[in-house]
């Protein structure tokens, strides 16, 4: 276990290490100065409104979790569901493990039911099904920027590009499938015995349900495309506020790319892929750098602002931190 912890705990540290060394070598290509003078130019009923777009954003997606947990808890109330997300918004920010906001979710809804896996397998519906939006924008955009020639993207680099958006929309699917829970259990069984494969089989069980639902999924799959068009203009009234000229035709086109790269496990948070993502992309269509760079950290501080209501729930609320802190 403690040799776990270390592997752990060392690929935490080679992740932050990657993603600082992204960030030092972008600030190392901009002028400082400039930087410096981009942000105190900004404009702040543009940025502002990027900060209530993104709020109202957390909220669809909170509404979006409670969809999918309805199925099978319908006892647990909206406003039980909003104060577990935004506490998870919040929490997620700043522990210092590589627990991400999900598994904070997964820990406070678990206390409301004898059954956790049922409404833990509604964090896992919920984040399959966005991420499949996700991979489905990445290819859209992935597609349309290499017929755009905005980037000389090779043959071989484009069809691997393109399966691994799909291996990644296929993956979750794969794993309900009889054969591979099958094959499953017998590594499992071999490596790690039967309890981690029945804890598996548990939880795909409880996702199984969902298919029965087939009219609400498609609803929870429409609200997620909205989260990544609404994560379009966020960015996009960021730039604006810093006077960007570009298009909201290339947000549209590069932004899903950049969230899935964002996503990617070789950074903590996406910290340094979004930033570099941003400059790569935008760069090529006529944007500053120092625009590049000013709109990426505006977005992040966004990100923080939006953890204020989390904060405040989680200081009035009955939020253990001794008892998570445990846990983690």
Not at 121 to 135: L, P, Q, W
Not at 242 to 271: D, E, N, R, W
Not at 292 to 306: D, H, K, N, V
């Amino acid at each position: 276990m403690r040799s776990k912890n270390a592997r752990s705990s060392v690929f935490f540290y080679l992740r932050l290490a990657f993603g600082a060394l992204l960030l030092l070598l972008l600030f190392r290509l901009v002028d400082l100065e400039h930087l410096a003078l981009t942000l105190s130019a900004g404009k702040p009923q543009l940025v502002i409104a990027s900060l209530v777009v993104m709020l109202l954003n957390y909220c669809l997606k909170t509404y979006r979790w409670a969809l999918v947990l309805r199925v099978q808890r319908p006892d647990v109330s909206l406003s039980q569901v909003a104060k577990f997300n935004f506490v998870s918004i919040f929490l997620g920010n700043f522990l210092t493990t590589k627990l991400s906001s999900d598994i904070v979710r997964i820990y406070y809804i678990s206390r409301q039911t004898a059954d956790p896996g049922a409404a833990i397998s509604s964090i896992f519906a919920d984040r399959i099904i966005g991420n499949f939006a996700v991979a489905l924008a990445a290819i859209a955009s992935f597609l349309a920027l290499r017929q755009s020639g905005i980037f000389d993207i090779g043959s071989v680099l484009s069809y691997g590009i393109v399966a691994f958006l799909l291996l990644s929309i296929a993956l979750p699917l794969m794993v309900q499938h009889p054969a591979i829970i099958s094959w499953t259990k017998k590594v499992l069984n071999r490596f790690t015995g039967e309890k981690l494969f029945n804890l598996l089989h548990d939880m795909s069980r409880n996702l199984v349900l969902y298919r029965n639902h087939r009219a609400l999924m498609a609803h929870v799959l429409a609200l997620a495309f909205l989260n990544v068009v609404i994560v379009v203009f966020e960015f996009y009234f960021i730039a604006q506020g810093f006077s960007s000229q570009i298009s909201i035709g290339y947000f549209f086109l590069f932004i899903p790319l950049l969230i899935y790269l964002s996503m990617l496990p070789v950074s903590v948070g996406g910290i340094g892929l979004l930033e570099a993502g941003l400059v790569l992309f935008f760069s090529r269509v006529g944007m500053p750098l120092e625009t590049c760079l000013s709109t990426a950290l505006a977005f992040r501080m966004l990100q923080l602002g939006c953890a204020l209501p989390g904060a405040v729930i989680y200081q009035l609320g009955d939020f253990s931190s001794r008892e998570l802190s445990a846990r983690c």
